[in-house]
C-alpha cells in the first residue's frame, strides 16, 4: 500500500477555537532510516489532547492535529528499521523521539532524554516541521516509539493504554506494585481506571480514592479491594500509614488536603503525581508535610519502550481491558468530545474510530 506524500489530519486553528476541528493536509517530516509510516485505524482521546488545543498548557503551534493513543498498520519501514515490519497492527503513544544514545536512554529512562519530542506539537530539529498526531490519516514515527500490539487486545482497547496506561503503569512498577502491597489511586479517570486495572494485574490490593461515591460500583466491577471517598467525615483514619503506595491520577488540586492523602503512606511509602493541572494550579508542601511517616513524593512521566512492551502483554496475558466508548472522527464527533472532555469527560476513555470513512482507503 503506498504512502502519500502528505498526509491529512483534523486540525484546530488556535485556543480561540479549539472545539471547531478542519480538515486539513499537512507535510510530515521527511522520512529517515529508522521511520515506520503507520496508516491510522484508530485513536484514544486524552486529556492532553484538550489542555493542548484549549490554551490550557500554554501556547502551542498552531495549525494542530493532536492525539498520542494511536493504532494503525506499519505500511513502510526506513532502511535500517529492525523492530517493526510492514504489515504489522502498531501502537504509538505520547513520544515520538529520544537521542538513543545518553545516559538516560541507555538506562531504560528514554522518556526523559533531553532530546525527547511529543508525538505532537514538537518541532523536529533543522526541518521547522511541526509533528502531528494521531487525529490524522497517517503518523511518521521512529521505529523505538512504534510498538507491536499483540493479537489479544483489540485496537480500541490497546489505543488508550499507549498514553493513559503508560503513564499508570511506569509508576507502578517502577514503586513495587505487586503481591502483598496496598496501593492506592487518586481519581477514576481515563488514567485512574487503567491504574486500577494494572495494580490489580499486577497482584496488589488497590483502593480507589475519589472525592465521592458516584463512581465506586464502577471501581468495584474493576476489581477495586477498596474504596474511600474524602467528602466522607474522617474518610482516612482506618487507613492512616497502611499504603505502600500512592499514585495520584487527579488533575486538579482545588480543596486538596494533601497531609490527609500522605498520612495514609507507611514509613517512607511513596506518592506519585501524574496529572498534569492547567495554569499556575499548584499545592503547597511544607517539610512538616512529610515528617510523620518520612514519605516520599515524586512524579513520573510516560514510560520506556520496555515499560511499554511488557504492560501490552501483561494486559493480553491478564485480559485488561480499558473502558472504551467509540466515537466515529469527523468534525462534529470531535467538537462533542472534547466538550465531554473540558467537562466531566466519559467513563472511561473515548477511542475515535472511523478512520476509512474519514479519510479513505
Request: proline share 4%; with cysteine; hydrophobic share 35%.
Amino acid at each position: 500500500m503506498s504512502v502519500p506524500e502528505k498526509f491529512t489530519g483534523f486540525q484546530v486553528n488556535g485556543p480561540e477555537t479549539w472545539t471547531e476541528f478542519h480538515k486539513n493536509e499537512f507535510q510530515p517530516k521527511p522520512f529517515g532510516d529508522y521511520d515506520v509510516d503507520i496508516k491510522i485505524e484508530c485513536c484514544g482521546v486524552c486529556g492532553s489532547d484538550v489542555h493542548t488545543i484549549s490554551g490550557g498548557w500554554g501556547e502551542q503551534k498552531f495549525p494542530l492535529a493532536v492525539g498520542h493513543e494511536i493504532i494503525g498498520t506499519a505500511l513502510r519501514v526506513g532502511p535500517k528499521v529492525t523492530l517493526i515490519k510492514p504489515g504489522q497492527r502498531v501502537g504509538v503513544g505520547a513520544q515520538s523521539y529520544s537521542c538513543l544514545d545518553c545516559r538516560q536512554c541507555k538506562n531504560d529512562n528514554e522518556t526523559y532524554c533531553r532530546k525527547q519530542l511529543d508525538t505532537y506539537g514538537a518541532v523536529w530539529p533543522d526541518t521547522g516541521i511541526v509533528s502531528q498526531g494521531g487525529y490524522s490519516s497517517h503518523v511518521r514515527t521512529h521505529e523505538h516509539w512504534v510498538f507491536p500490539i499483540p493479537d489479544a487486545l483489540p485496537s480500541t482497547v490497546a489505543a488508550p493504554m499507549l498514553c493513559a496506561g503508560l503513564t499508570a503503569y511506569s509508576p507502578l512498577v517502577r514503586n513495587g506494585c505487586g503481591p502483598g502491597k496496598k496501593v492506592g489511586i487518586v481519581g477514576l479517570g481515563g488514567i485512574g481506571h487503567l491504574g486500577l486495572l494494572f495494580a490489580k494485574a499486577l497482584g496488589a490490593t488497590v483502593y480507589v480514592i475519589s472525592r465521592t461515591h458516584s463512581k465506586e460500583a464502577d471501581a468495584r466491577k474493576m476489581g477495586a479491594d477498596g474504596f474511600l471517598a474524602t467528602a466522607d467525615p474522617n474518610w482516612n483514619e482506618e487507613h492512616i500509614m497502611t499504603f505502600d503506595l500512592i499514585i495520584n491520577t487527579a488533575n486538579s488540586f482545588e480543596g486538596f488536603d494533601l497531609d490527609a492523602y500522605l498520612s495514609l503512606l507507611d514509613v517512607h511509602g511513596k506518592w506519585v503525581s501524574v496529572g498534569l493541572p492547567e495554569d499556575e494550579e499548584g499545592i503547597r508542601v511544607r517539610n512538616q508535610t512529610f515528617l510523620k511517616n518520612g514519605c516520599f513524593f515524586g512524579s513520573s512521566h510516560l514510560g520506556s519502550r520496555r515499560e511499554t512492551l511488557e504492560m501490552l502483554q501483561l494486559a493480553a496475558d491478564k485480559g485488561v481491558r480499558t473502558w472504551v466508548e467509540e466515537v466515529k472522527i469527523n468534525e462534529e464527533n470531535l467538537k462533542g468530545v472534547m466538550q465531554k472532555m473540558k467537562g466531566a469527560g466519559g467513563r472511561y476513555r473515548f477511542c475515535l474510530t472511523g478512520y476509512e470513512e474519514a479519510f479513505g482507503a
